[in-house]
T-cell receptor, first 117, second 116 residues
Framework: DADVTQTPRNRITKTGKRIMLECSQT?????MYWYRQDPGLGLRLIYY???????NKGEISDGYSVSRQAQAKFSLSLESAIPNQTALYFC????????????????FGSGTRLTVV | AQKITQTQPGMFVQEKEAVTLDCTYD???????LFWYKQPSSGEMIFLIY??????QNATEGRYSLNFQKARKSANLVISASQLGDSAMYFC?????????????FGTGTRLTVIP
């Protein structure tokens, strides 16, 4: 099983619908992140969480909300999806200390391709 | 100001040749890490190589090496003996350890195409 699992892998939804992207991890990391990637761009931070009670906005949080249900679970919601939220979404976890054995502290999920029509 | 700048939207390299992908960064932290990731068409982010700001030697991982020039704030990726499977998007990223969220800041990427 993957260390960081994102569901669904692909999703097509209609404008105005509420949608939730889920992320679960087995790394035991406290820190979790949601990133968004648009075509031709790098990843940008949407939200991050340092523990269950610590949720913070990132660079592009408008139109998104998150929930940290447990140390292992961090969900991203689009309350009312719009077409310009069509993107590839990544969940990631981080270890405070980088080391060779854990990709120097960062582990990404496989991504969720979201299309809003 | 951009934290990470990748100025080459696309690069071509002949199979078996070496190629350098450029990356410059901007930070006031003394402690930071620089990453390179590969993103094939399937979309996943594949970790390639890491350089810590206090590491004195350039990082190497197989055919990948990182040319770290701290004074110039550059962290170029060198791929030796290119293979067809190296065709992908490549992202440079930075993690600042002293400030903020410890998130990764990404560049806009370089699309590498390996020509047979």
């Amino acid at each position: 099983d993957a260390d960081v699992t994102q569901t669904p892998r692909n999703r097509i939804t209609k404008t105005g619908k509420r949608i939730m992207l889920e992320c679960s991890q087995t790394k035991g990391h406290d820190r979790m992140y949601w990133y968004r990637q648009d075509p031709g761009l790098g990843l940008r931070l949407i939200y991050y969480s340092f523990d269950v009670k610590d949720i913070n906005k990132g660079e592009i949080s408008d139109g998104y909300s998150v929930s940290r249900q447990a140390q292992a679970k961090f969900s991203l919601s689009l309350e009312s999806a719009i077409p310009n939220q069509t993107a590839l979404y990544f969940c990631a976890t981080s270890d405070p200390l980088p080391s060779p054995g854990n990709n120097y502290g960062y582990t990404f999920g496989s991504g969720t391709r979201l299309t809003v029509v | 100001a951009q934290k990470i700048t990748q100025t080459q939207p696309g690069m071509f390299v002949q199979e078996k040749e070496a190629v350098t992908l450029d990356c410059t960064y901007d930070t006031s932290d003394q402690s930071y890490g620089l990453f390179w990731y590969k993103q094939p068409s399937s979309g996943e982010m594949i970790f390639l190589i890491y350089q810590g700001s206090y590491d004195e030697q350039n990082a190497t991982e197989g055919r990948y090496s990182l040319n770290f020039q701290k004074a110039r704030k550059s962290a170029n990726l060198v791929i030796s003996a290119s293979q067809l499977g190296d065709s992908a998007m490549y992202f440079c990223a930075m993690r600042e350890f002293q400030t903020g969220a410890n998130n990764l800041f990404f560049g806009t990427g370089t699309r590498l195409t390996v020509i047979p």
